[in-house]
């Protein structure tokens, strides 16, 4: 799906988009592994996520 679109809810983020984004940013802060290989779909996804709301997501300390 991801391939086709931006975000699970479509063009937009919906709650499916926020909820997945968290458990994947929980993993993200907690853990210094990279969890995403880059140029898959999911991936890119979660770097959109992180741009959400002004780059909020992405402020926050990783491992």
Not at 8 to 22: E, K, W
Not at 24 to 53: I, M, T
């Amino acid at each position: 799906m991801l391939k086709f679109q931006p975000f699970l809810g479509g063009q937009g983020p919906l709650f499916a988009d926020y909820i997945l984004f968290g458990a994947l940013q929980w993993a993200r802060v907690v853990s210094p592994k990279p969890l995403l290989v880059a140029g898959d779909p999911v991936h890119d996804w979660f770097e959109r996520c992180l741009e959400l709301h002004g780059g909020r997501g992405r402020m926050v300390q990783a491992a």
